[in-house]
Nanobody, 128 residues
């Protein structure tokens, strides 16, 4: 089973940018569907973005569409989430999740239940 470690979380000002990483060990990520989820204090963990295998098609939650980009670097066995035009409501702990059994990413990658591997999370704060 793949192990995941997130990094790159930080405090940024509204309107700023940040790139967070999800590095894998124990297996190569190129055969895994990867999603990013976010959990704000007192709220449920919510889906943000995902990337499929093969064609690398990506999907984003509506509130981050056009601002966030998810992409892979297979040579580094890492998936990134580039976040631009950050807003205070983007703050939270960001978790990456991976699974190699997801056959329909568009339908399934939004659901925590379908992911067997999770990282420990990285904190993103957005404040002036």
């Amino acid at each position: 089973q793949v192990q995941l470690v997130e990094s790159g979380g930080d405090l940024v000002q509204p309107g700023g940018s940040l790139r967070i990483s999800c590095e894998a060990s124990g297996s190569t990520l190129d055969s895994y569907v990867i999603s990013w989820f976010r959990q704000a204090p007192g709220k449920e963990r919510e889906w943000i973005s995902c990337i499929s295998v093969g064609n690398g098609k990506t999907y984003h939650e509506d509130s981050v569409m056009g601002r966030f980009t998810i992409f892979r670097d297979n040579a580094k066995n890492t998936v990134y989430l580039q976040m631009n035009s950050l807003k205070p409501e983007d703050a939270g702990v960001y978790y990456c999740a991976a699974d190699n059994r997801i056959i329909n990413p568009q339908a399934m990658c939004r659901t925590k239940l379908f992911f067997g591997s999770w990282g420990q999370g990285t904190q993103v704060s957005v404040s002036s």
